[in-house]
């Protein structure tokens, strides 16, 4: 035998069922889920094959049977969705005269243990846990042989040096007199699960009430619900907007609302767009402006007049909206990295869309006639955020493309600014109405030259100014954050500069762009692998 084949196949063995590590099939469920499980976690999704078994010296007799059971799940996958009922009816004969057989290898190796050699214990051993797995979905299903095999493995178990972890499941075997009466396509009794249960509340009166260890698949679980729930009710009781009421007017199968956020969305625009259709979307809530005013200015001490003129429109508001902004300002002084900054503090998901080069209006959405057809980036964001305001930051939007033959950027932007528009924006992907309102948007650019005069009018212009020695220790510490990130360290292995460090960055940084500034960290950072390498 192999060890590299029973690693998997151990983690599924009966032990953990019994303590509760494992989730046993539930009532309704599929009552053979933990063998298909011990299958896969040894061998895959290969049929085993004897040639190769005995090749490498495996015992053929156990190979055969989990070639057996592969074929039967097989079969049973290829059957069930025409005749669950007959599909179960067969598997349970089948998984049953695998585990007689199994039983029977056990009983003759029982006879044979004097002269076993350990490489023969092994498979035994791996024989005893096959037993074990077979038993427990047998008994799931109404079988008394496979309930009486795992009482006789319990007996085992609580004699071992771990035996008390298994308190639970011995106590509410002891109790089980229920009887058995699952009929093949009527799901699982969770008999295991039920046990555990039972155990676990005779325990709680033997100890006048102290509550049972929780299995971690039940914790993640309840944890799971509870945040859900949470959420649920902060969408309920904090403001919301309705994005996209109906898609039963697109090509496809799902329904409005039909498919869960984050699940598989298929391949058509119906179920693509279904987890957002029909559900109220949550809006940011304005947050603590002093404590976000002070976060950035931190950041950049340089802007606090622009961080000022951004933040005071969103006073007295429900939720962040803030008015079409325009920052303008030499390269490298930050723009970019100040409106995502923005957005992050104020709770916005951020989306940066790079404007240099796009010479179509794609920006605003694509039909569904054309092969690359897709929604909106507004409304790609809304679904990637799951709610209604975000952030889109129109980075470097002077250097656009200005021809008119597959339409401009700058047009599209100006329709989806405009807010009475952005209500009820007719996408031509979805080739509906979305309500849009809640989307902040953010610009940057270098300078006014070039720039749309019409959007000079929509957008409020900010002017940022080069950075200077104010900003130094802000901006060196950020860019140092960022290249912990790139690199996955932590702040012990790649700490902040100290004084000496930033005497040393303020003597050569004389331009005051952010980009020479990150070129100076990345050589101090450099510098300090090459003493530490000298040390």
Known sequence: MTSTLDEGARACALERYLSGDAEAPKRGGFPFAPAALLVTARYGRTVPSLRPATAIGEDVRLVGVYRALKIAFDAYAHDAPHDKRTALQTLSVQVSTAFDYVRGCIVEGEFMALDCTDEEQIVDGH??????????????????????????????????????????????????????????????????????????????????????????????????????????KRLESGPSL????????????????????????????RA????????????????????????LVSEFPDDAAVIDAILRPLAGRAYVALPPTLLLGPPGTGKSRLARRLGEVLGLAVTVYGCAGVADSSFIGTSRQ?????????????????????????????RAGTRLDNGRLVDGVLALTERETAKAYHDPYLECAVDLSA????????????????????????????RTAASLPSLSRAILADLRGERGLDAVWLPDPDPEEEAVLAAHWRDGSVRSLRHLVEGLVAARDRLAVRQ
């Open 272 to 295: 693509e767009w279904a987890p957002l259709a029909g559900r109220r979307l949550p809006l940011a809530r304005v947050p603590d402006l002093a404590a976000a005013q002070a976060d």
């Open 439 to 466: 989307v902040s948007y953010v610009a940057t650019a270098n300078s006014r030259a070039g720039l749309d005069p019409a959007l000079l009018s929509r957008f409020r212009v900010l002017e940022m100014g080069p």
């Open 127 to 232: 024989f005893i846990l096959l037993a074990g797995v077979l038993a427990l979905c047998l008994w799931e299903c109404g079988h008394e042989q496979g309930r009486e095999y795992v009482r006789g493995r319990m007996r085992d178990l609580l004699a071992g040096a771990d035996g008390y972890i298994y308190a639970r499941a011995s106590l509410g075997l002891a109790e089980d007199t229920d009887s058995l009466t699952w009929r093949p396509g009527g799901g699982a009794l969770g008999s295991l699960q039920a046990a555990l249960a039972r155990g676990g509340r005779l325990l709680d009166d033997a100890s006048r009430g102290a509550p049972a260890p929780e299995p971690a698949w039940a914790a993640e679980a309840r944890g799971k619900a509870a945040a859900e729930k949470a959420a649920k």
């Open 370 to 398: 054309w092969s690359s057809g897709r929604a909106c980036v507004p409304l790609q964001a809304i679904r990637r955020a799951e709610a209604a305001s975000v952030l889109v930051v129109l980075d470097e939007i002077s």
């Open 242 to 269: 309705m994005v996209l009421a109906a898609i039963e007017h697109l090509p496809g199968l799902a329904k409005a609302g039909e498919a869960r956020p984050g699940g598989a969305t298929g391949s058509t625009p």
